[in-house]
């Protein structure tokens, strides 16, 4: 009889013993809050010690020295769900990594294994700062015609406003925190009330509440410069130049020029068998040329258009006068070189103003009026894609014999309902 007492027992405390950790887990399991969150002085500068963030039921509240750039801070944080993601507008945040601005209250959303979701607002203060400062039209009607606002790095406060303001009666409006108020010289200051003389740093006070002192903030303007147009770079291109065209790289952010060659160089007129298309691109300090500088088609050229694929790849359509056919070309440039897209005057016979674009997938697309009245009517448009890749649905082009990287016309059809 004992053995079964004591086998039934041992059974009951197992399946509570099981019971009590299920529980455990499925709490521990969906929870999204935060264990802790902290600004560490070895991760921010501006930190003599470790900042503790005051977790809330849903908010995060950290006060740090005004000296610390709050639009660049590295907070570290711990779960009591390691499993949860952390996220800021869809961004994964890694604790101890991701930097963050926090000039303004931040929307953190911990989403836990059932996918749901908890959104937690954290936000870095300074006891006494200036928070906000700028210079509005509504304060300073006649002198500004709109608004100014102040870029703010620890206690110093920079704000830029046309050359022509006249700096020696602006009113500022400002924002700041702790209860103890803000001084000029002495003397208590209103926002959007108090005018100053600013052709000079002025220095804001923020006290504490209940102090006699506080902290200066730099206040200094600055005049903002009137747009020019400025070169870029040096010329580096020996021949007069025809059918310029000008791209901005999407990956680089940097210009590309082409253009057919001309005239002459070096004193010497250029054969027109030579007056072939170029291409230089700017470094971020000087031109330099993609390819052979003397031109990089087979023949004389002309027509030239530009187009970059979401890579920063560049395209370059001409038209090439090889054999003296004058049919389109379209090359890209990759490995430092000028590479076939496709097969070399694909085109129909004489086309004139070449444009050319890039499609979803980097697949280029070009147009072309067409002359000759063969293909389609004199100076007819020709609207033509290039089918090496997966490009648009097969419904959408004519059915032409299998045959791989080849240019397809785009069929074109005006339907009146």
């Not at 804001?204 to 006699?212: P, R």
């Not at 000028?338 to 444009?355: E, H, I, K, N």
Request: charged share 20%.
């Amino acid at each position: 009889m004992k053995p079964i007492l004591l086998v039934i027992m041992l059974i009951v405390l197992f399946l509570a013993t099981m019971l009590m950790g299920c529980r455990d887990q499925r709490d521990l399991t969906y929870t999204r809050d935060f264990k802790s969150f902290t600004l560490s002085a070895a991760r921010n500068n501006g930190l003599s010690s470790d900042i503790q963030g005051i977790i809330g039921d849903t908010s995060i509240m950290l006060t740090v020295p005004n000296a610390v750039d709050q639009s660049k801070l590295v907070p570290a944080f711990e779960m009591l769900n390691p499993r949860t993601i952390i996220k800021i507008n869809g961004v994964v945040q890694e604790s101890g990594v991701s930097v963050v601005d926090f000039t303004e209250p931040v929307k953190y959303t911990v989403m836990a294994e059932n996918r749901s979701i908890k959104t937690w607002t954290v936000s870095v203060e300074k006891k006494a700062a200036i928070t906000k400062f700028g210079f509005y039209e509504n304060e300073n009607p006649g002198v500004l015609f709109k608004d100014y606002r102040a870029v703010i790095t620890g206690v110093n406060i920079h704000i830029y406003v046309p050359k022509e303001t006249d700096l020696t009666q602006l009113t500022p409006r400002f924002e700041y925190s702790g209860g103890g108020g803000v001084k000029v010289n002495g003397v208590v200051q209103e926002s959007g009330k108090n005018a100053h003389d600013f052709t000079q740093p002025v220095a804001y006070e923020v006290l504490e509440s209940g102090a006699t002192s506080g902290e200066q903030f730099i206040v200094k303007v600055h005049f903002l410069t009137d747009p020019v147009w400025t070169k870029i770079g040096e010329n580096i291109i020996g021949s007069r130049t025809d059918g310029i065209v000008i791209g901005v790289n999407p990956v680089t952010d940097k210009p590309l020029i082409g253009y057919q060659r001309d005239g002459s160089e070096g004193g010497v007129v250029i054969d027109g068998a030579e007056e072939k298309v170029a291409v230089i691109s700017y470094t971020g300090t000087g031109w330099e040329f993609y390819g052979n500088a003397k031109g990089f088609s087979e023949d004389k050229a002309e027509d030239l258009t530009t187009a970059f694929d979401d890579t920063g790849v560049p395209y370059a359509s001409f038209k090439d006068f090889t054999n003296s056919e004058q049919r389109a070309t379209v090359m890209k440039y990759v490995n430092g070189a000028w590479a076939l897209v496709g097969q070399a005057r694909f085109s129909v016979p004489r086309p004139d103003y070449l444009s050319m674009t890039i499609g979803s997938g980097n697949i280029p697309f070009i147009t072309m009026s067409a002359r000759g009245g063969v293909v389609v009517a004199e100076r007819g448009l020709y609207p033509m894609r290039f089918d090496g890749t997966a490009g648009m649905p097969p419904t959408r082009l004519p059915v032409l014999p299998a045959a791989s990287h080849k240019w397809l016309t785009a069929m074109v059809k005006c339907m009146w309902l």
